[in-house]
């Protein structure tokens, strides 16, 4: 089983670009969640995608859209970067709620 | 809106001792908590889960405690190795949803000197 897989693994991007990550869910795993750390801070969620529908949204603009594809992999992508979006993205499967197996995770440069 | 919150000095300990890392929530009374281990650049990984009706829970050289009177969490690493050295994430799923999405904490990160 290869875990949760994420692509690609560092990115660097120019401020206003736009960017898409891609996230492979553990084998058997139908939810995927993403969420955004920042250096020196816990994970923030994003949204979560389930039956390829965007379940749950946080607290995050319009510019962060996603998409799940019939084989519950998953993209998330951020349109005008901006310097603020510099960060670690993560990918989290799970086939119930208390269980969260997250990715290695993309790390987003925007210069 | 919840809340979690860890302390966010790192700690330091000298190989050999027991390390103790506090979590505290605010609004919310969690069915459960999670704590988490990352090293730098990598993502979380699940450590343990303690729920509400359990005071205590153990794995290997981890105890997890939950008081649901002081709203708080304690980790233990007893007997510490230089290769326990990372941040560790406590984390609560969130009570509006029941989709299992995680508040996180902004970890605490552990440093075992030999």
């Known amino acids: 089983d290869a875990g949760v897989t994420q692509s690609p693994t560092h990115l660097i991007k120019t401020r206003g670009q736009q960017v898409t990550l891609r996230c492979s869910p553990k084998?058997?795993?139908?939810?995927v969640s993403w969420y955004q750390q920042a250096l020196g801070q816990g994970p923030q969620f994003i949204f979560q995608y389930y039956e390829e529908e965007e379940r749950q949204r946080g607290n995050f603009p319009d510019r962060f859209s996603g998409h799940q594809f019939p084989n519950y992999s998953s993209e998330l992508n951020v349109n005008a970067l901006l310097l603020g979006d510099s960060a670690l993205y993560l990918c989290a499967s799970s086939r119930s709620p208390s269980e969260a197996f997250f990715g290695q995770g993309t790390r987003l440069t925007v210069v | 809106s919840q809340k979690i919150e860890q302390n966010s000095e790192a700690l330091n300990i000298q190989e050999g001792k027991t390390a103790t890392l506090t979590c505290n929530y605010t609004?919310?009374?969690?069915?459960?908590l999670q704590w988490y281990r990352q090293d730098p650049g990598r993502g979380p990984v699940f450590l343990l889960l303690?729920?509400?009706?359990?005071k205590e829970k153990r794995k290997e050289r981890l105890k997890v405690t939950f008081d649901t009177t002081l709203k708080q969490s304690l980790f233990h690493i007893t007997a510490s190795q230089p290769a326990d050295s990372a941040t560790y994430l406590c984390a609560q799923r969130d009570g509006s949803s029941n989709t299992g999405k995680l508040i996180f904490g902004q970890g605490t990160t552990l440093q075992v000197k030999p």
């Open positions: 303690i729920r509400e009706n359990e």
């Open positions: 084998s058997g795993h139908d939810t």
């Open positions: 609004n919310y009374s969690p069915a459960y």
